[in-house]
């Protein structure tokens, strides 16, 4: 840090790079929720693939403990998965407060100069804008978070049916 000061002064500038920082923060976490929705997607699609394939060899073969067991794990993977798409209030853990940047923070204003007159207010002041940014990057963290794990359940469980499914296949060889 004190390289970069010492080179060039003008690189470095905390007062100017404080909004570049927080918005590349706010990026990234985007960035990353949004790989997370794609993975919880491919997943919700897989699952439901294989529900359906094995809800239609059940019928075939309705004695068999393989088809039975990957059948009702893909059908708790597929709940766990579409849980993660949007998880319920009791899986989500953010703090009462809503950032001013918050959709719900938005829509609770009962007019456009309103919410503008709370902007200009709020960033007109730098420990005002680090509090915003940091409770939208804290509230959005601990959705992500619960997606995670909701996601992490589904493919686990996912996991547990194909190995218990081909476990029961070998056995009934």
């Given at each position: 840090?004190?390289?970069?000061?010492?080179?060039?002064?003008?690189?470095?500038?905390?007062?100017?790079?404080?909004?570049?920082?927080?918005?590349?923060?706010?990026?990234?976490?985007?960035?990353?929720?949004s790989t997370?929705?794609?993975?919880?997607?491919?997943?919700?699609?897989?699952?439901?693939?294989?529900?359906?394939?094995?809800?239609?060899?059940?019928?075939?073969?309705?004695?068999?403990?393989?088809?039975?067991?990957?059948?009702?794990?893909?059908?708790?993977?597929?709940?766990?998965?579409?849980?993660?798409?949007?998880?319920?209030?009791?899986?989500?853990?953010?703090?009462?407060?809503?950032?001013?940047?918050?959709?719900?923070?938005?829509?609770?204003?009962?007019?456009?100069?309103?919410?503008?007159?709370?902007?200009?207010?709020?960033?007109?002041?730098?420990?005002?804008?680090?509090?915003?940014?940091?409770?939208?990057?804290?509230?959005?963290?601990?959705?992500?978070?619960?997606?995670?794990?909701?996601?992490?359940?589904?493919?686990?469980?996912?996991?547990?049916?194909?190995?218990l499914s081909?476990?029961?296949?070998?056995?009934?060889?």
């Amino acid at each position: 840090m004190e390289q970069i000061k010492s080179e060039n002064p003008e690189r470095y500038n905390p007062e100017k790079d404080l909004g570049r920082i927080l918005t590349n923060m706010m990026n990234k976490m985007v960035q990353d929720n949004s790989t997370l929705d794609n993975e919880i997607n491919i997943l919700l699609g897989l699952n439901s693939a294989i529900f359906v394939f094995t809800a239609t060899q059940i019928e075939r073969n309705p004695d068999s403990a393989a088809i039975l067991t990957i059948l009702i794990f893909s059908a708790i993977a597929s709940l766990s998965a579409l849980l993660a798409i949007h998880p319920p209030k009791i899986f989500r853990r953010s703090t009462d407060e809503r950032s001013l940047l918050s959709p719900d923070k938005i829509m609770s204003m009962d007019s456009f100069s309103r919410y503008k007159n709370e902007l200009e207010t709020t960033f007109a002041d730098r420990e005002k804008i680090i509090e915003e940014y940091a409770l939208t990057i804290w509230n959005f963290s601990r959705y992500r978070k619960s997606k995670r794990v909701l996601f992490n359940i589904s493919r686990n469980v996912l996991f547990l049916g194909i190995s218990l499914s081909l476990f029961a296949l070998l056995y009934q060889m």
